[in-house]
């Protein structure tokens, strides 16, 4: 049975790769994939990075192929002039819209129907001068809150806002043509907030999720909130491990059920807009 997807639930399947590229993997990763992905994975430098793309892409078909009766080889990709991809074959099943990130040690895929959605990860590390990248990088405002923290929590609210935004600028599929600093993130005890220029967008129609998938990594979605769910109060997103999918054999497992909601993720909180 094809795993379910209602319009109100966004899935986000990851999987910490770090000691997980075994020689089956391996042989998975060129197995499941397109010529063209293969000779992508080349423009990574390390071999480590071109496995990791390989098998972020492998994931990504046996994924897909939860919710439909298709085999993961059979989907076929393009991309928008900005290089966000999108399922081109089979035509019936690009409702089923997703996005990608692959960082150091750890891949996840966020599935949606019908809606944009963006997902982007970053291993947690030492940034050297990360006030120089914040004024550049983000709102003067947000480099300000950012300089008043201590030191531990700075690298991570840093790499909070560059998930969120990332997050936002994949759902949105434009790459960096737009102005980071038009849409800003506000964070302090009580709630956490954004605010979007009205001239790139209009501010209600977003949700954001800021999850803490592994110890050393955080992972942001980030969706557009409008037309058909509007009557459900509530999104709901759903973490699951793509372990399952591993440990089953990609390709020859049947649909693995949902896993249950924030499954070993700790759900940071959800970003509603500033009125
Ligand atoms: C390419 C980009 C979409 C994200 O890149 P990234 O964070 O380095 O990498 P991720 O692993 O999270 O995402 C890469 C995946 O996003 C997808 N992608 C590529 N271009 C995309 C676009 N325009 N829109 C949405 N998704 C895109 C692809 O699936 C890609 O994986 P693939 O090449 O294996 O297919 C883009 O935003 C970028 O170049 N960012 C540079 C970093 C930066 O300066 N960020 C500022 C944050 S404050």
Redesign the pocket.
């Known amino acids: 049975m094809p795993l379910d997807i209602p319009p109100h639930q966004i899935h986000v399947w990851h999987l910490g790769t770090e000691g997980l590229l075994t020689p089956y993997l391996r042989s998975l990763g060129k197995k499941l994939n397109s010529p063209q992905e293969l000779a992508t994975s080349k423009r990574f430098l390390t071999k480590d990075r071109q496995e990791s793309?390989l098998l972020?892409?492998t994931l990504l078909r046996t994924v897909l192929s939860k919710y439909v009766n298709i085999s993961p080889l059979s989907w076929t990709f393009r991309t928008n002039e900005?290089?966000?991809?999108e399922i081109d074959f089979p035509k019936m099943y690009r409702f089923l819209r997703f996005?990608?990130?692959?960082?150091n040690g750890f891949i996840a895929c966020a599935v949606a129907t019908d809606r944009e959605i963006?997902i982007?990860?970053e291993a947690i590390s030492r940034i050297e001068e990360i006030d120089k990248i914040a004024d550049y990088?983000?709102a003067p405002a947000e480099a300000r809150a950012l300089r008043t923290l201590p030191p531990e929590l700075r690298q991570r609210r840093f790499f909070e806002l560059?998930t969120l935004?990332?997050a936002y600028?994949?759902a949105r599929?434009?790459?960096?043509s737009l102005p980071?600093e038009k849409i800003f993130f506000n964070r302090d005890e009580a709630e956490m907030e954004y605010t979007l220029d009205a001239s790139i967008d209009d501010p209600r129609n977003w949700r954001f999720f800021l999850l803490q998938p592994t110890v050393r990594h955080l992972a942001a979605v980030a969706l557009p909130y409008d037309g058909h769910v509007k009557q459900h109060a509530q999104m709901e997103l759903l973490v699951m491990p793509f372990e399952d999918v591993i440990h089953t054999r990609i390709g020859t497992s049947p649909a693995a059920q949902v896993c249950g909601e924030y499954w070993g993720v700790q759900c940071k909180g959800q970003y509603k807009a500033r009125h």
């Open positions: 793309y972020a892409r900005n290089g966000k991809p996005s990608l990130t692959h960082t963006g982007d990860a990088s983000f560059w935004k990332e600028l994949k599929g434009v790459g960096l980071l």
